[in-house]
């Protein structure tokens, strides 16, 4: 079965400052999606990025980039110019190759920023 | 954008009564629509995967007697908390995908509190 593990349940980060949040899965598919989400007090879901595992570049949205390491399962989350705005609870989740799966998240990790 | 919309956002229940709540596809057809259950400052859990037209899979440990999933049409599903117990108490969040492929993302439903009294 795969997984996805979180080992920082809590960050903290300045204002302005970057941040990277880590997240490593298992899996014994070789094709397979991953995906970072938002979850701010309000407690809806907000997609942030998402990686295809078969491109070998990282995905980049804005401030947000991920370095994803396929062959080490790694897939963490790089956040540049922390705004008090990207205080929230972070998710990384995996999908695999067919169509109709769920997604597996992660613990989650809360991330504070300080002004 | 792909919207799905969760109804009711939150609900008070007596115990031993049922609740349902609604999740819809505004813009898109659903053929698979998920059910999530997190707890405080807890991760989403998956308790089943609900199919158009036919039974919903349940994951391992949730009883599918308990929480009843009906996925009628492409753009509704529901679940039902029958004979709910405090211990029910949490947030239920669904989600589907707009295309039916597997690298969509999910579009998340904005969740139901559930507080069971």
């Known amino acids: 079965a795969q997984t996805v593990t979180q080992s920082q349940p809590e960050m903290s980060v300045q204002e302005a400052e970057t941040v990277t949040l880590s997240c490593t899965y298992d899996?014994?598919?070789?094709?397979?999606?991953l995906f970072w989400y938002k979850q701010p007090p309000s407690r809806q879901m907000i997609l942030v990025i998402r990686?295809?595992?078969?491109?070998?570049q990282n995905a980049t949205e804005n401030r947000f980039s991920v370095n994803f390491q396929k062959a080490a399962k790694s897939f963490s989350l790089k956040i540049s110019d922390s705004q008090l705005g990207d205080a929230a609870m972070y998710f990384c989740?995996?999908?695999?190759?067919?169509?109709?799966?769920?997604?597996?998240f992660g613990k989650g990790t809360t991330l504070s920023v300080s002004s | 954008g792909a919207v799905v919309s969760q109804h009711p956002s939150r609900v008070i229940c007596k115990s031993g009564t049922s609740v349902k709540i609604e999740c819809r596809s505004l813009?898109?057809?659903?053929?698979?629509m998920f059910w999530y259950r997190q707890f405080p400052k807890q991760s989403l859990m998956l308790m089943a995967t609900?199919?158009?037209?036919?039974?919903?899979?349940?994951e391992q440990g949730v009883e599918k007697d308990k929480f009843l999933i009906n996925h009628a049409s492409l753009t509704l599903s529901t679940l039902t908390v029958t004979s709910a117990h405090p211990e029910d108490s949490s947030f239920y969040i669904c989600?589907?995908?707009?295309?039916?492929?597997?690298?969509?993302?999910?579009?998340f439903g904005n969740g139901t509190r559930l507080t069971v009294t």
């Open positions: 813009d898109f057809q659903a053929t698979t």
């Open positions: 989740a995996y999908t695999g190759s067919q169509a109709g799966t769920a997604l597996i």
């Open positions: 989600s589907a995908r707009a295309a039916d492929t597997h690298n969509s993302p999910l579009h």
């Open positions: 899996t014994s598919e070789s094709d397979y999606y």
């Open positions: 990686q295809e595992a078969y491109k070998q």
């Open positions: 609900s199919n158009e037209g036919s039974k919903a899979t349940y």
